[in-house]
């Protein structure tokens, strides 16, 4: 049966899921990492983790933004850890290029955007490069419409500020 | 000239053209769909049965989050108990602290601390073991004399980054002989048993207020949750240590360690056979230059040396690694060796450099 609670989904269900949301959910890590290879890490291990808990697979709404929220999450933490990462092997004293990727001159838009603290990166994203609402956006970075506009606020001043773009 | 926002909106439209569009699902993905969802299955059925039979003690529990649907989708734990706030118990008694704490009380104006955690370059300034609310919850409400505050690179948990946290109990006057060398895990000896230590994670919150989600400096902030974490099944390892009740690994000599490295990276020059050293190696992401750098010419010999290590708790040493090639071009690599569940050593990457530009990190 389709939908019901438990582990006895049938694959074909998921694979329904994937084709509906797999591309949203990579356009989403692409943006936020600048990264197709990453990316496409990042989608598949958010469907995992959004299947293995998710019961209410007949709520679409309801699965994008756990999917959309998962894959934000993801990419957040992917960032944290490698900084870690890198911090923990140089015994945390040498300090290199922090930039996620090095897109070189491709899109100095872009190249500012993926500089910009995660949460406020995030919020530029999904708000204005994934179209959802301020709501919308709000909901899946589980923050209130009002911290929202905060962090949306603060990442264009930031965007405004950085050397590379022009405004 | 075109508005910023508008250009963001051209930006989504013109980079999604460069996305990949199409995701299929590994079969690998699919089994650990399943396996996940028939082990949730379990646990929410455990957690009915508790609360029914009033098994949860704690004030806060996390049975509100096997409501449909989960509220971390992302979150690995099954069943905790939670204890409850701290020092003040409920919101009642936060606001009434707030406005001593406003009216400069010094019974609550040590709960007001404006440098954590407003982050800096991405990270909190100000880390939780520099913060008396935590010292003094370990101190007064666990009982505990000695702890250590991170373990490990990753400390802590990917959800509710950074008001999450995990601290561990060290034995009181006591040295760990296992890590005589690695300055934190020497002074902290495990509680439990030769290797197992006492794990609390906790949560902070600013229960009164906040300035549009972000913490206020003037706002108190207590414990809002807290949970003794429970041992591992399986020997944990890497991001699990934020997971499970740490248990450490007893590390690898430097001997041995060198010697799987050896044979990594001979398994490269000979160019076959290398991938099977590696933690992940379907990821496209493990290591780009595995057989042949980017001029396409194999590697003829490596270096390799110990950077740091072996670190408490999991016993991870990391090595930096250079690749030579006939062509002269030089592969540089951090790498670290882990341990798996089953106990076998493998390869992880920390970052890639060909010709001293910096192309990957997983």
Known sequence: ?167 | MQGLEDRLKELGDNMSRHAPSELRPTARALRRIRVGRAVRSGAVLATVAALAFGGFAGARSLSSDEALPPANPDSKETTETWGGMWPQSSLEEARRAQRLADAGDPRYTWQVFPEWPPFQDGEPKVEPGDVELFTRFLQEELGWDEFSWGVGPERYPPENWPYEFVVVRCAPDETNALYPNDPDGRECAPTIDGNRYETVRIRADQPVREIGGDPSPSGIWVVSGWTMLQPSDAPVTGDDFVRHQIQQVAPPSEAKATEFLRSFLQARVDGEGAKQYLADPDSSLSLPFLYTPTNGAPYERFGLELVRGPAWPSGRMDFKVRLFTEGGATVVEELFIDRRDDGRLVVKTVSTWDAEAEIGYA
């Open chain 1, 1 to 167: 049966m389709l939908g019901r609670r438990g582990g006895s989904l049938r694959s074909t269900r998921f694979e329904e899921m994937y084709a509906t949301h797999g591309s949203e959910a990579l356009r989403l890590a692409y943006l936020m990492t600048g990264d197709s290879a990453l990316a496409e890490d990042i989608a598949q291990e958010a469907f995992v983790r959004v299947l293995k808990g998710f019961h209410n697979l007949r709520n679409p709404d309801a699965f994008k933004a756990y999917l959309l929220r998962t894959v934000t999450n993801l990419t957040n933490s992917h960032f944290r850890k490698s900084k870690r990462e890198r911090d923990f092997a140089r015994g945390g004293t040498e300090r290199r290029n922090e930039d996620p990727v090095d897109l070189g001159s491709r899109d100095m838009l872009w190249s500012a955007l993926l500089r910009l603290p995660t949460r406020q990166r995030a919020a530029l994203v999904l708000h204005y490069c994934h179209d959802l609402s301020e709501q919308q956006t709000a909901d899946v970075m589980q923050i209130s419409l009002k911290a929202l506009k905060s962090l949306v606020g603060r990442g264009l001043a930031n965007l405004r500020s950085d050397e590379g773009v022009t405004v």
